[in-house]
T-cell receptor, first 114, second 115 residues
């Protein structure tokens, strides 16, 4: 079974609008971490936001927020007020202990339309 | 700079040759990870070091792949008898601690092409 599932291969959003990128995960661990990374065409992986499994509040970082629904095992990324520079691949990832393996999804390609 | 660096940025080799890819993590980071990213895919875990030892090498696809981190800092990923299917971007990441909440900082990657 896939540890991380991203069902949206590609998404389009109008500039200044909000967009939600979906992510579901699979783990039997109680302690785990969920991450979102952005990968522009240059190839670098840029950390965006983190949510711990025990965190009761949804994580927020500037225009990024993580909609964490633990019972449904989903960790969707919400980008508000999209900008042209947000066009990139977005990867959801999970880290489980104690081996601390990091699992990535297949990514969602986001295109922001002017 | 203070980030993770990887050399070379690009490597073209012929099938059957041996290659070494180098990763220089952020100073003081004890955890180091290697990933492989094929076109259109997410990074695939290869191996994880905590200090000098390989804490988890379960992602290495076969015994042609090997990695070392002799002094707990720089790491080298070694691929013997390269095959065309080894062509990918090899990413290295480091983090300060190994806990689930510690983000990884990625290097720019090495693009390996096996002809």
């Amino acid at each position: 079974a896939q540890k991380i599932t991203q069902t949206q291969p590609g998404m389009f959003v109008q500039e200044k609008e909000a967009v939600t990128l979906d992510c579901t995960y699979d783990t039997s661990d109680q302690s785990y971490g969920l991450f979102w990374y952005k990968q522009p065409s240059s190839g670098e992986m840029i950390f965006l936001i983190y949510q711990g499994s025990y965190d009761e509040q949804n994580a927020t970082e500037g225009r990024y927020s993580l909609n964490f629904q633990k019972a449904r095992k989903s960790a969707n990324l919400v980008i508000s007020a999209s900008q042209l520079g947000d066009s990139a691949m977005y990867f959801c990832a999970m880290r489980e202990g104690p081996r601390n393996q990091f699992y990535f999804g297949t990514g969602t390609s986001l295109t922001v339309i002017p | 700079g203070a980030g993770v660096s990887q050399t070379p940025s690009n490597k073209v080799t012929e099938k059957g040759k041996y290659v070494e890819l180098r990763c220089d993590p952020i100073s003081g980071h004890t955890a180091l990870y290697w990933y492989r990213q094929s076109l259109g895919q997410g990074p695939e875990f290869l191996i994880y070091f905590q200090g000098t030892g390989a804490a988890d090498d379960s992602g290495l696809p076969n015994d042609r792949f090997f990695a070392v981190r002799p002094e707990g800092s720089v790491s080298t990923l070694k691929i013997q008898r390269t095959e065309r299917g080894d062509s990918a971007v090899y990413l290295c990441a480091s983090s300060s601690l190994a806990g689930v909440g510690n983000e990884q900082f990625f290097g720019p990657g090495t693009r390996l092409t096996v002809l």
